[in-house]
């Protein structure tokens, strides 16, 4: 196998947006006087997408729809004006875009996405942006990433293998939805413990990752 392409996951390995992300849920949760603690968040729902936390939560299923909009809300206003990449993100995406196509599996929503990737002026770098409400199942379950490496060989004018694919994460959660869908996979230290973490490649930050690296762990 050689590699090919490369996905990765958003918040939490491009974005530095995970504390924001939870003062969003809190703040919402608080409003309707429930509490998240930052331990619970880190600890039980980070792998989750919107819906799925709420839904975790017990919120009514009537009310999700509701809920994740707040959360929207105040997630946009949160992260306005404000650069929240990760150090080295921007340039590690621009060096490994010039070797082989990039895409995004993210359980956020699209328009949050799309929003810092413009913001930030990357967009143009990605081939394929799968987000939580492109997928049946978000994250562990593996559909995110079959979705995206669909996207990349569609993109790329030929079928993919994902075993041809790295996938780039931060959490357990995510990586176990790259491993069950083939993908050779990199965890990055932005969120847990290096030692927490199982990857084929266990990097501090993105300014460290490069191409060879990822073309190692692909011949293996």
Known sequence: MSLRAIV??????IAN???????????????????????????RYLGFDDLGVFRALGIDERRLSDFATQKAIRIEALERDVSILFPGAAEAVRRLAAAVPLAIASGAIGVEIRRVLEREQLAQFFVAVVAAEDA?????????????????????GGQLSPGDCVAIEDSHWGLESARTAGL??????????????????VVEGLDSLEIGSLRSICSV
């Open 8 to 13: 990765f996951d958003f918040d939490g390995v």
């Open 17 to 43: 947006s995970e504390p924001l992300h939870f003062q969003a849920f809190r703040d919402v949760l608080a409003a309707e006087g429930m509490t998240l603690s930052e331990r619970d968040y880190y600890d």
């Open 136 to 156: 049946p199942n978000s994250k562990p379950a593996p559909d995110p990433y079959l979705h995206a490496v669909a996207r990349l060989g569609a993109a790329c």
């Open 184 to 201: 050779k996979t990199v965890a990055v230290a932005h969120t847990y413990d290096r030692h927490a973490l199982s990857a084929d490649l």
